[in-house]
């Protein structure tokens, strides 16, 4: 798998940075109506418990602990897209209007 780093991103920035999603507010919307009923809340509260809340000893492999990070990462980025979806569309601003400065 490539890295998603962009270029001319310094340091670790790119880390945290938000992944784009292809499919943008219509796929957050299809995630928040997926796990919006009381299966779609057990299974995230599945996904949380064997992922985020869980933790490996100081024995573990680093190949165990990269493995778990991937999954953290794909659950938080499921919650990403079920919160976006929650709120949803972006308001894009009409071209032409600037928001003015109030003073």
Do not use: K
């Amino acid at each position: 798998m490539g890295e998603s780093r962009s270029p001319g991103t310094p340091g670790w920035a790119w880390l945290s940075a938000a992944p784009t999603v292809a499919g943008g507010d219509d796929l957050a919307a299809a995630f928040a109506r997926c796990f919006s009923g009381a299966d779609g809340i057990r299974v995230l509260t599945h996904l949380r418990a064997v992922t985020t809340e869980r933790s490996l000893g100081p024995d573990a492999p680093d190949t165990a602990l990269r493995h778990l990070e991937g999954q953290r990462q794909l659950v938080q980025a499921i919650h990403a897209l079920i919160a976006r979806g929650r709120a949803g569309p972006a308001v894009q601003p009409s071209p032409g209007s600037a928001v003015q400065p109030s003073h």
